[in-house]
Every structure is written in C-alpha cells, then in structure tokens.
C-alpha cells in the first residue's frame, strides 16, 4: 500500500509548494519518501521536477535520518520489542524539517490496520549442536532411550 500525501509545514509559505511524503507500508518495513514539487516552466509538462527533503522521520518511539534522495525506511524486525508495540499503536507520520518545522501525516484507517496487525519476529534459535542419531538433552544429546534430566539448552533435534 502506498499513498502520496500533500503536507504543510508551519513555515511554509502560500506560493511555495508544500512537502509531499509518500508511505509505502507493507509486512516488512515502512518507508516514507519527502520530496517538494518544484514549480513548473512548462505548462503542459505532466510532471514537474522535484527535490528531496532532508530531516528525521519520526513514528512513534522510532526515528531514521532521511537519505539523500529524501528516503527513510523503518524494517520491523530490525526494532526492539518495546518500539515495536510502540509503532502498532501510532496515529502520525512525522517527518522534522532541518528548520525544525514539522510535516505530519495523519495515518488512514488501513494502514493504521497494517501496523496493528505486526506481531514480533519469531525468535531465532541457534543451536550448538544438532542431534541427528540421539536426542537434544540441554547442551548436548543423548540416546533416544535415556529420560533427558536437564533444562532446555542450545542442543536441537535433526528433526
């Protein structure tokens, strides 16, 4: 899903065009694009050059620096729980200008759906030995036919 989305900074004057963000929001990550419209020369041009914006992309407990082609991009796995749930719950975009005048987006009712329905990454396990012939049994393995008496370790089953 993504949406462009005309905002206005405090600062911004009526005759100069105002910042635009596009969020593209899917399961992996958000990113959010700031760039100005430049004005047009060309009357019947479709499109008229544009410029990235620099500031601090700012969702919830969440920041990034803005690139410098005016892209930021938040990857949810790459977040500590805490941000995270954080991030489930926002309602805002913001996006800081270098002025410090801020550029907010308000977050429509599907993506705001899209970031509620994030769950944490499954916990990797990593295992330090993998028993193929016997069983795991905490840190090490043992045969299929002995009770395992220790707490759960880093030895993993082959199968």
């Known amino acids: 899903m993504h949406r462009a989305v005309r905002a206005l900074g405090h600062a911004a004057l009526a005759e100069a065009p ?18 100005r419209t430049l004005p047009c020369d060309d009357p019947t041009a479709r499109t008229c050059p544009r410029e990235p914006l620099a500031g601090i992309l700012v969702v919830a407990e969440t ?30 975009v913001q996006v800081t200008l270098p002025s410090g ?26 295992c330090c030995k993998t ?4 069983k795991a049994c905490g840190n090490s393995c043992i ?14 089953d082959a199968d």
């Not at 005048?101 to 396990?125: G, K």
Request: glycine share 4%; charged share 25%.
């Open 63 to 92: 920041t990034r620096r803005l690139d410098d082609h005016g892209t930021a991009t938040i990857r949810y796995r790459d977040l500590p729980a805490t941000e995270l749930a954080a991030l489930r719950d926002a309602v805002v």
């Open 131 to 134: 028993c193929s012939t016997g």
């Open 101 to 126: 005048d801020p550029v907010l987006h308000r977050l429509t009712e599907p993506e705001r759906r899209t970031l509620a329905a994030l769950r944490p990454p499954a916990p990797t396990r990593s």
């Open 18 to 35: 105002g910042p635009d963000l596009t969020l593209h929001l899917d399961a992996d990550a958000l990113t959010v694009d700031a760039h």
């Open 143 to 156: 045969s299929r036919a002995y009770q395992c008496h220790q707490p759960p370790g880093c030895a993993c």
